[in-house]
């Protein structure tokens, strides 16, 4: 079996929808936002998504999720890796996650945590940050012209 990685398709968005609501995260906004997810699939089953909103040179990082049956594989690197090369192919320089359970899994693609009144005034626009997301998520940065994620990514946590 093998595992392919691509941009989400319209006709997608329930079985997307369907995968975060199993994994308990936000699905406001995903819709308007389509087009920066990413969906991975082992054959024809959907077992992976992330997303990135774009607001000028600011990203916000939302919705990685990987079904129970791909986890521990390194999907979870493969999925946030391709994201963020995307970013910078998009001229996203700055990239920002609000997350309740992956603070420890961030880190190791170079985001660091920061005060949350310190996120980027442009992703105020975001449906996520505008209440769905607890006033408890740890705010984390990653500035892409520094540093190399994807070799860090390598080394990734094997739980997502």
Not at 1 to 23: H, Q
Not at 130 to 137: D, I, L, P, Y
């Amino acid at each position: 079996m093998s595992t392919t990685i691509r941009r989400a398709e319209r006709g997608e968005l329930a079985e997307v929808l369907a995968l975060l609501r199993t994994c308990e995260l936000p699905i406001e906004g995903v819709e308007e936002n389509l087009d920066g997810f990413l969906v991975a699939r082992e054959n024809e089953t959907l077992i992976g998504t992330i997303g990135l909103e774009r607001y000028r040179e600011a990203g916000l990082l939302r919705s990685l999720a990987v079904a129970s049956s791909a986890r521990g594989q390194g999907l979870g690197g493969r999925l946030v890796t391709m994201l963020l090369d995307s970013a910078k192919e998009r001229g996203v320089s700055t990239v920002y996650l609000l997350t309740e359970t992956a603070e420890a899994f961030f880190p190791c693609f170079g985001f660091e945590k920061m005060p949350r009144e310190e996120l980027d005034p442009a992703l105020d626009a975001s449906r996520e940050l505008q209440g769905v997301c607890s006033e408890t998520a740890v705010a984390m940065r990653l500035r892409l012209g520094q540093g190399p994620y994807s070799v860090i990514a390598t080394k990734s946590n094997k739980n997502a």
